[in-house]
Structures are given as structure tokens and as C-alpha cells.
């Protein structure tokens, strides 16, 4: 017989395991949705998704569903069509724990038996049904959990890895209570599963119940220090919960947001391990004391450019180098470290310390400890600034807003990293678009005399925009400031997303494009702080992190 698997905490496991079954939680991400696509809507979310190209792949002949939502019930249509599932089951729960509701699962699950005892040829056992209840367990220690949105097995345990304290999760199936009570003694059926429907509907609610009052249970728990919040894309239910919860919990907080697919993991990573050092700051601190010639470096590797600074033992700064980072993170890093020894005139065995950080760290070898930009900016914005509570960086390959305490940490962060919209990459392609440098482009739009607007983000679609533009002999300072706008737009709602502070610092090459510049102050309404450094400010952190590491 093969395993029975199933997606929801409301699916009555125990009952199937009294008639024998073996039932398994499906949560595998695939990945990508070749076969998904050709039968589902592609604006079904991830999830759904990846229930479907897990079927299709011919690994689950078995599956009972719950109608928790539209992609649900639409998963389960694609299938009975599809039409090669040994058991398909789609059980009726409803969204409250009432009387009614209770009285409704109770005939659900009787007929789920029948469907299930006439397909494995199998009788109820009562014993089975009692020794199935597992009590379920709750962390009690200092930990973080995971909430929101189901999370895929290959995140979670990246999260896992990641995090400096032990790590529940406690979104959709993960978090099931039910068995915290005994069934009864009867042998009766029909009163078995009039307790077992209650027991059901008792359970910590998700976000599809009317009352999720019993969901303040998870994130008032003993010993939880922190909560990374996980919604998969298209799924609606779970954006309330975070509101709520960014505005009323006092706990480190984290958002994030996956396609359910292997792949849109590793886009999280920077995220998770920027959340990792705001929880935990010895998660960034050297663990060898060393002493030596008194140089520290710092790498920031990032998809358009590769920085280096070098510190003296005196918090000066020796030398800054801005070289393109070329095909890869590695040879650039070594290139850029080697132009910077020489101009300060000094050997690679004269650095005591070494810290890499930007998109490509990890590539790096040699470094003594690697920490994410996030970090990074945040300390060098600091140490440019103490007055600096907010630190805005318009990247290559990702926009972030950084907001810092009064010791220069990180108290919040936002990025932009699920395309180019409004970074510097799609700046330069719009500068490619209209035939100019990107140094051109920093100067055109200052005097500008149409309020163009761009309507499109996307790349593509602005690109086309442009074109269009330039057909209709648009100015190029109109042209230009239209696209500041977009930008300007699309970076201030970071700052409002991160809950932005007076003084802002702008940090990173864009911070050289005055037109941009000037319209993103006009909409925040304040003058952006723009260091001599400020293109160097991530590296900058991370060598007074390596100095850090002779302290």
C-alpha cells in the first residue's frame, strides 16, 4: 500500500492511520513547475504549485486534501481531471469551530471513512485510532519560529542552519495540537468521530478560521526571541497576521516571501543571515584575537562592482578601491584586493584581518569571516555618521533600506531583490536604452521641464516605454526624470515598509546620480546624507568588522 500524504493540520490523520494507512506531510519544493504549468492557471500560488508537479512526477499515488482556499480546491480539480491518482479526497472543513461546523465534520469524516475503508480494504481499529494521538511539542528554551505561510522542507532547514538559536515551525501543518486530549472509551463510531471532528476544530486555528484568537498562544510563547515570517507568493490570507504583528509585538521580525521552489531559497539567504547577526551579534564577531602589522580589509563583492577598504589600526582609512567586479565574484575580489595592497603600499601577509561581504562572499576564499551587506552598510553608515538612522542602498543587483539604533546596529531592514526594478541595473539598462553613460545619465534630468511619468517598473515594459518616448522626441532631461520618479517612488516605500528616521544616508554608487538624488530628497521630504565614501560604505563595515576581530 502506498503512503497516504496529506497537506493540512484539519486532515484527520489518525483516522486514516486506523485503517492502516501511512500518511505523510507533502512539502518538497521542487525545482521549478514545468509539468505544474501545463495544466494549472499560472497565478495559482507557489504551493499549489508544487503539489502538482510532486504528483505529476509520480511519486504520490495517494492524497486527501482539505479546502483551506481557492488553490485547494483548484489543485484537486486539476487532478480529478488528470485523472492517474490512485485515492483523491477533497474534505469539506469549515471556517469555524461552532456547533454547526462540528456537526458538519463529523459527517465529513464518516464519509471519509467509507471512501478510505472501501479503497484500502480496510476496517476501522479502534485501538490503532487511539495510539495514533501524539502529543505535540512546544519549544520552551530561547528560540525563534517560524510563522505565516507554509514553509518547504529544503527552507526551513536552510533557516535552520542559518539561525543562531534553535529554530520551530509553527506555519500551517507544522503546528497541529491535535491529541493534547484522549479520545473516549466508547466503541462507538459515530461518537468517536463526533469528538474527533471537535478535537479537529479545537486545534491552534490558521489563518482560514473566523477566530484566531489562539493564535497569540504561538508568538506570546516562553523563550521566543524572534519571528521570521514566511508568505508564498499569490497566497492572500497571511498579510493581516503580519501587520498585526509588526505593529503590536516587540520582537525582531523578519518577512519573507518564497515561489516555493529550491531555487527562490537561495535568493533569501542574505535576508535570513542579516536577521541571523541582528539576533545574535556573535554570529559577526571574530572568534580569533589576532595582532600583526595593523591592516584590516574588507571586500564587498557585489553584481556590478567589487570594493575594498583598508583600515590601520587608528580606525583610519588607508586606502578605498572601486573596481568592476567582471565574470566572477572570486577574480574580482582578487584583482580589487591586489590594486588596493599596492596603492597602499603594503603585502597581503601585512592584513591581520579579513572580512568579505556584498552578493558574492561566499565565493570568496581567504577571508577570515564573511557578513551580509546588510550588516555591513549599517556599520559603515555609522561610523560616517553617528547621527545616521536610516541608510538607503540602490545596488547593482538589489535596492535596501536599513534602519539603524542609536549604537548603529540593525533595528530593521527591507530589500528589493525579487527583480531590477528601481536598482541600478535597471537604471544602466535604461542608460543603454537611450544611448548615454551612466555618469550622463546622473546629470540629465536636473533640469527637466515635462512631468513625464513612467507607468511600468519592469524593466522590459519601461524599457518599451522609453523607446516609445524618445519616438515621440521627448526630451531626454523628461525622459530621465520620469525614470528618477519611478525609482524615487518605488525606494520611498521601502522607507515607509521599514518605518524610515531621521538622518537618512544614501550609500552605494547610485548615490553619484544627482537627478536621482534630488528627486528621491523631494519625495521624502529631507536631505539625503552622501559621504565622500558612500560607494564604499559596505566594505567599510566590513573591515572595521576584521578590525573588530584584533580587539
Known sequence: MNKTYYVCKYTPIELLTAFGGEC?????????????????????????????????????????LVNCCDTIRSVYDVLKEWGQMDFLYLLDVLHSSGGC???????????????????????????KFRNAFLLPKRLQEPHLTVLGARMGTELFEMVQRVMPLPVENATCVNNRTVGEQSPPETEDFHELMEWYAGELLRQLPCMRMTDLTGRKQIYNAPGLRGIIYHTVKFCDFYGFEYAQLKQYKD????????????????????RLEAFAERIDPEVYQGREKKMGKGYFAGIDSGSTSTDVVILNQKREIVTGIILPTGAGAAIGAERALEEALKKAGIQREDIDALVTTGYGR?????????????????RGAHFLDPSVRTVIDIGGQDSKVIRLDEDGAVANFVMNDKCAAGTGRFLEMMARTMEISMDELGRTGLHYQEDITISSMCTVFAESEVVSLVAQNKSMDDIVHGLNKAVAAK???????????????MTGGVSKNQ?????????????????????????????????????
Not at 30 to 53: D, T, V
Not at 251 to 270: A, F, N, W
Not at 362 to 378: M, N, Q, V
Request: include cysteine; aromatic fraction near 6%.
Open 101 to 127: 461546523s462540528r456537526e458538519r465534520l463529523t459527517a465529513q469524516l464518516e464519509k471519509l471513512a467509507k471512501a478510505y475503508g472501501a479503497y484500502c480494504g480496510r476496517s476501522f481499529d479502534a485501538e
Open 24 to 64: 505523510a506531510n507533502m512539502n518538497e519544493m521542487p525545482k521549478g513547475f514545468e509539468a505544474a504549468e501545463q495544466l494549472a492557471h499560472p497565478n495559482i500560488c507557489g504551493f499549489g504549485k508544487a503539489l502538482l508537479e510532486e504528483v505529476m512526477s509520480g511519486g504520490v499515488r495517494e492524497l486527501v
Open 251 to 270: 520582537l525582531p521580525l523578519l518577512k519573507i516571501e518564497s515561489d516555493y521552489t529550491v531555487q527562490s531559497s537561495g535568493q533569501l539567504m542574505t
Open 362 to 378: 561566499g565565493a570568496i576564499d581567504g577571508g577570515d569571516k564573511s557578513i551580509t551587506e546588510i550588516t555591513c552598510h549599517a
Open 491 to 505: 525606494t520611498a516605500a521601502l522607507v515607509k515598509r521599514v518605518g524610515g528616521q531621521e538622518c537618512y544616508m
Open 515 to 551: 537627478g536621482l538624488v534630488r528627486t528621491l530628497e523631494e519625495k521624502l521630504g529631507t536631505k539625503l546624507v552622501i559621504s565622500e565614501y558612500a560607494q564604499l560604505c559596505g566594505a567599510l563595515g566590513a573591515a572595521l568588522f576584521a578590525l573588530d576581530m584584533a580587539e
